[in-house]
Every structure is written in structure tokens, then in C-alpha cells.
């Protein structure tokens, strides 16, 4: 069974920065690109950043591009996505997601890590 | 970037209704187009994918239909489970973007 577990969320200051991770199982992590998106307190979902299977490709929303950098480390099947220079409208629980084989939707959502950005 | 539109932002329905949600895309996207539920507090769910592809282990009282740019997402007989907010996305291309949702509430 699939399953992605988020951690790293938190409270921060504007300008401060933080890092999620997100430990899969269940799955050869690997040979899926994974995703975060992210959701606003009562608002709808926002695609954040992709990476391939490999790292070697990493894709942005331009409202993060710049400040978030998506990471990944095969070896211990996590994923990551460092956070700077965060801002009020950064606060959100955010999901790590993994993509189905080939097309680019999501198949495996982890429960969530709430970031709120506020002093 | 693809804009996505839903129509209605929020629906009321009873148990037993047909219910159909409409998503637009700006663009076209081909059939490249995915349909999620999601209740409070929980993530996200995968429906439909390919925008008429049955994921597995979802009722089939769940559909989607249409290609290009205006797709649909019918429930055909509203079950309790399925008060919920539904979304689209778009994967046709970067960046992927989410239609607004629909609220499907209890009448």
C-alpha cells in the first residue's frame, strides 16, 4: 500500500524559511515523479512544484518560483521542498503527491502539513 | 498558463439526484484531464483521469466525459458519501492547474 506521510510544517515569521519532507512506502519512489500542491484555509487546491523520478527535472508555479526548491532523495524515498523568503499567502496545508506513471495526475495524496506564515 | 472554470460553485442535491459538474479549460487539453473529491479535512481522492477513466476502486456511479475544452463529471444516483467539494485539473502542461471546485451540499 501506498502511503506518503508529510512532516516540517509549522509556524514562521514572514521572510523566515522551512523545509517539508514527505517519506513514502509502499512504492519503488524512485520511478514516480512526485508533487506538492497546496491548499489555502478554506480555499481550493494550487499546484506548487513537480520533480521527475530522477531529479534531474523540477518544474514551478511562478508564484514560487524563486523562493521553494523541490528536492528528492531516492535513497531514503523522501521527498522535499525547501521554503524561503515565505509570505502570508504561503500559509496552507500543503501535500506531497504522487504522480501516476507517464501522465501527470495524482494517484497518492499524504494527509498534509499545515504551514502558516505569520508574526 | 491553462485557466480552469467549474460551473456550479456549489450545488444542492438530494440523495438519489443525477448531479453533473462542468469544467472548462481556456485551452485545450485534450483528454488530459483529472476529477478529484475531496471532504474536510482529508485529502484529496483521484475519480477520474484521461477525463473518462475510472480509477480504481471508485463507484461507477461516477463518469466523466468530454475532450478538447469542456468536460463533465456525473454522479448518477447522489449517494450520502458524496457530499463533497470536486475539483478538475488540467495535466496537459506546466504549470497544472485546478478548477475553483464544487460544493455538493445536502438540499
Known amino acids: 500500500e501506498v502511503q506518503l506521510l508529510e512532516s516540517g510544517g509549522g509556524l514562521v515569521q514572514p521572510g523566515g524559511s522551512l523545509r517539508l519532507s514527505c517519506a513514502a512506502s509502499?512504492?519503488?519512489?524512485?520511478?514516480?515523479?512526485m508533487s506538492w500542491v497546496r491548499q489555502a484555509p478554506g480555499k481550493g487546491l494550487e499546484w506548487v512544484s513537480a520533480?521527475?523520478?530522477?531529479?534531474?527535472?523540477?518544474y514551478y508555479a511562478d508564484s514560487v518560483k524563486g523562493r521553494f526548491t523541490i528536492s528528492r532523495d531516492n535513497s531514503k524515498n523522501t521527498l522535499y521542498l525547501q521554503m524561503n523568503s515565505l509570505r502570508a499567502e504561503d500559509t496552507a496545508v500543503y501535500y506531497c503527491?504522487?504522480?501516476?506513471?507517464?501522465?501527470?495526475?495524482?494517484?497518492?495524496w499524504g494527509q498534509g502539513t499545515l504551514v502558516t506564515v505569520s508574526s | 498558463d491553462i485557466q480552469m472554470t467549474q460551473s456550479p460553485s456549489t450545488l444542492s442535491a438530494s440523495v438519489g439526484d443525477r448531479v453533473t459538474i462542468t469544467c472548462r479549460a481556456s485551452?485545450?487539453?485534450?483528454?488530459?484531464l483529472a476529477w478529484y473529491q475531496q471532504k474536510p479535512g482529508k485529502a484529496p481522492k483521484l475519480l477520474i483521469y484521461?477525463?473518462?477513466s475510472l480509477e480504481s476502486g471508485v463507484p461507477s456511479r461516477f463518469s466523466g466525459s468530454g475532450s478538447g475544452t469542456e468536460f463533465t463529471l456525473t454522479i448518477s444516483s447522489l449517494q450520502p458519501d458524496d457530499f463533497a467539494t470536486y475539483y478538475c485539473?488540467?495535466?496537459?502542461?506546466?504549470?497544472?492547474?485546478f478548477g475553483p471546485g464544487t460544493k455538493v451540499d445536502i438540499k
Open positions: 503527491a504522487k504522480t501516476s506513471t507517464g501522465p501527470n495526475f495524482f494517484d497518492y
Open positions: 509502499g512504492l519503488s519512489f524512485s520511478s514516480y515523479a
Open positions: 520533480i521527475t523520478g530522477s531529479g534531474a527535472g523540477t
Open positions: 485551452q485545450s487539453i485534450s483528454s488530459w
Open positions: 484521461k477525463a473518462s
Open positions: 485539473q488540467q495535466y496537459n502542461s506546466f504549470p497544472f492547474t
